[in-house]
């Protein structure tokens, strides 16, 4: 659902942007303190995983493909403050190395598919965890149906960016009944990839997953005829893993792996299909005004590498750079945040009052 340049005009774009830069700025100070000794260390990760899951595209309709959008599952993994930063990382690296995604339409790009997908998704999913049974098997199901609705939420609120600031003029309810319809059977991908992962991850180091902290099911004790929770860690105490699965790196090094297979090999076999937001502005007509991208000459454009003629090779290559760029800037920005909150808790720092 790469928004490029040209589908929504110069104003619309502009208040996009200064919306995008305002939820980047609290997710920044938000991220201060979701970033822990769990978190920090896999931000990154989840956002180079992104990278590598959106670049397969799976097939979801005749001559329409999907991928993944990543804000329910960057919200679920690493919380909702530090998701926003996940996609908005992953949003910035495609738009300037691989040329998808418009530049002047960045701002949209983050709000529709950072902003909205995590807010929506984070917001349901909570809903749902509430209300089910304490357990991992609850968290991947809200997971799921977390996931399946933030897509076509995305689909909705870029129909109504269009509807404002659209460069065309076509039956806003027509593009409006196409998007959301295409989506929600893109949802469905979204969902599935997202539930996969997030049970993954539960089934070997629950307590990494920040969705899930707080959901351990209390042991009861009667107490004079009644059930009474009995003592125990707190909910904002992590559930206790053994000593020889506490480290991350076994983790890192998985996801890492498993990002760099699927975006330098998987990748070759994804659908060649236009996505739901080509397909449907292709179809309507939306895409009348589109401009090429800006950094349309980038070595690396439409995830290839210039001058490489083996497209196996040249898309491979591309996908595992992307993966590398991705996972390093994520982490820096992540090590910046954690270590600005350690700053902020340093007893240099903390006030005392008489």
Not at 135 to 149: E, G, I, Q
Not at 267 to 286: C, Q, T, W
Request: with cysteine.
């Amino acid at each position: 659902m790469h928004v490029p340049d040209g589908f929504i005009n110069a104003p619309t774009s502009a208040v996009t942007g200064v919306v995008a830069a305002g939820a980047i700025a609290v997710s920044l100070r938000g991220a201060r303190r979701e970033l822990d000794e769990r978190t920090a260390p896999l931000a990154g990760l989840v956002a180079a995983f992104i990278f590598a899951v959106q670049m397969l595209n799976f097939p979801v309709a005749a001559g329409t493909s999907g991928h993944l959008l990543g804000g329910a599952l960057a919200a679920i993994l690493v919380g909702p403050y530090t998701g926003v930063l996940c996609v908005s990382v992953v949003l910035l690296m495609q738009g300037i190395l691989f040329a998808d995604g418009g530049l002047t339409a960045l701002g949209v790009n983050i709000t529709d598919m950072a902003i909205v997908t995590t807010v929506v998704a984070y917001a349901l999913f909570r809903g749902l965890v509430k209300v089910l049974p304490r357990t991992r098997r609850s968290v991947t199901v809200a997971s799921f149906v977390a996931a399946l609705v933030s897509v076509p939420a995305a689909a909705l609120a870029f129909t109504l960016l269009y509807w404002i600031g659209g460069t065309t003029d076509v039956s806003i309810g027509k593009v409006a009944t196409a998007m959301i319809g295409v989506h929600v059977l893109i949802g469905i991908g979204e969902a599935a990839i997202t539930a996969l992962t997030v049970g993954a991850v539960i089934a070997v180091r629950p307590d990494l997953v920040y969705g899930a902290r707080g959901l351990r099911q209390r042991l009861k004790l009667r107490v004079n005829g009644e059930l009474v929770d009995a003592p125990g860690p707190s909910d904002t105490e992590p559930t206790p893993v053994p000593v020889a699965a506490r480290s991350h790196r076994k983790v890192w090094i998985t996801g890492l792996v498993a990002s760099l297979v699927l975006a330098g090999f998987v990748s070759f076999y994804a659908s060649a299909n236009p996505d739901g937001l080509e397909k449907v502005a292709s179809d309507k007509g939306i895409d009348e005004k589109a401009k090429e991208h800006a950094n349309a000459d980038s070595p690396l454009a439409d995830y290839g590498v210039k001058d490489i003629t083996n497209a196996r090779v040249s898309g491979g290559l591309a996908g595992v750079i992307g993966v590398g760029v991705t996972v390093v800037a994520g982490s820096a920005v992540f090590w910046a945040v954690r270590r600005r909150r350690s700053e902020d808790a340093s007893p240099t720092n903390t006030e005392t009052t008489v």
